[in-house]
């Protein structure tokens, strides 16, 4: 099959188009023909040598997908409601830059209705990582108050939607004003420009004081004391990656005072089992909002599968709004 491999650590050009064995899915798993792979962050880091695959995981980069069931054992499809043929996007390991793909099956979840390939591969990686981290771990709450850091990234844009959807009222940053209308359009609520604005000042001001009562932090470093700052009263910070250092020097007392919580996580190095978990819970609450309208995958731009060095750049840019997907 064809497949794109990390020749060496570095920029996008590193990625190339090469031969590689189809792989066999193993209890548990099952194998997808694939139609389209989702572009993440962890892909990039993947490629310049900072995030290594865990052990046992495939070294090529690619951690979501979409297309047609082609494998897998009989019982154990049936018992997780599928067959072959079935349209499906998955949450890999890895290995998902590639025609073909193995799966674990409870990471695996059937293609929204009236969803194409292409947006299905948008929608994995990042509505399990909202999930985890927002509802999960922030435990955010129809009513509460959502402040995400990079409204318009694959992140953001899910986890917009996922908040507004449930019930919460959503304010985001972003770096210029048509990125704001953008999120905006999407249902934030509030959208501030970091580079023009202070969040911290403009959360105070939109929530009337009492500030926000989640955060979903891309950024860390020096944001985390300003966001102790704009955190209402049991508060939940919640980190999932550290562009901005992983350093941190923030007012302790203020979190013993206010009864704030300070969280995080990683996706891929969770268990099978955790994530099937949360497959569960995304196919009960969120994967019928797509068919009632109330979200929408947002694909800011396709590639060839060829193209990915292209893909790699666009997003290191930081010049888009929503995913980038790569085709096959």
Not at 47 to 54: C, F, T
Not at 84 to 95: F, I, S
Not at 168 to 177: A, C, L, N, R
Request: glycine content about 12%; proline content about 6%; overall charge neutral.
């Amino acid at each position: 099959m064809q497949a794109i491999e990390i020749s060496r650590p570095g920029g996008p050009d590193v990625l190339r188009l090469a031969q590689r064995p189809e792989p066999a899915p193993a209890a548990g798993e099952l194998l997808i023909e694939v139609a389209a792979s989702g572009v993440n962050r962890p892909d990039v880091l993947q490629r310049s040598g900072a995030y290594p695959p865990p052990p046992g995981a495939s070294d090529l980069p690619g951690l979501e997908v979409a297309g047609s069931i082609v494998g897998g054992h009989a019982g154990e499809l049936a018992a997780a409601g599928f067959k072959l043929g079935d349209r499906v996007c998955a949450l890999t390991h890895g290995g998902g830059y590639a025609e073909r793909c193995v799966a674990p099956i409870g990471q695996t979840l059937p293609v929204p209705a009236g969803l194409t390939d292409v947006e299905a591969a948008s929608l994995p990686e990042t509505f399990f990582t909202v999930w985890i981290n927002v509802f999960d771990r922030a435990r955010l709450q129809p009513g509460e108050t959502l402040l995400v850091q990079g409204g318009s990234s694959g992140i953001g844009v899910a986890a917009i939607q996922l908040a507004k959807a449930l019930g919460s009222t959503v304010i985001v940053t972003v770096g210029d004003d048509a990125k704001a209308q953008a999120c905006l359009a999407l249902g934030a609520d509030f959208a501030v420009n970091y580079k023009t604005q202070d969040f911290v000042a403009e959360v105070k001001r939109v929530t009337d004081g009492r500030g926000a009562d989640v955060i979903l932090d891309m950024v860390a470093g020096d944001y985390v004391a300003r966001e102790i700052q704009c955190l209402a009263d049991d508060g939940r910070l919640s980190i999932i990656a550290v562009q901005g250092g992983v350093r941190a020097e923030f007012d302790a007392g203020a979190v013993l005072r206010r009864r704030l919580t300070i969280t995080g996580s990683t996706l891929r190095p969770r268990t099978v089992a955790y994530k099937a978990q949360v497959g569960r819970a995304l196919r009960e609450r969120a994967w019928p909002l797509f068919e009632q309208g109330k979200l929408a995958a947002v694909v800011f731009k396709t590639f060839p599968a060829a193209q990915a060095a292209q893909a790699h750049a666009l997003m290191e840019s930081g010049q888009h709004v929503g995913k980038i997907v790569l085709t096959w």
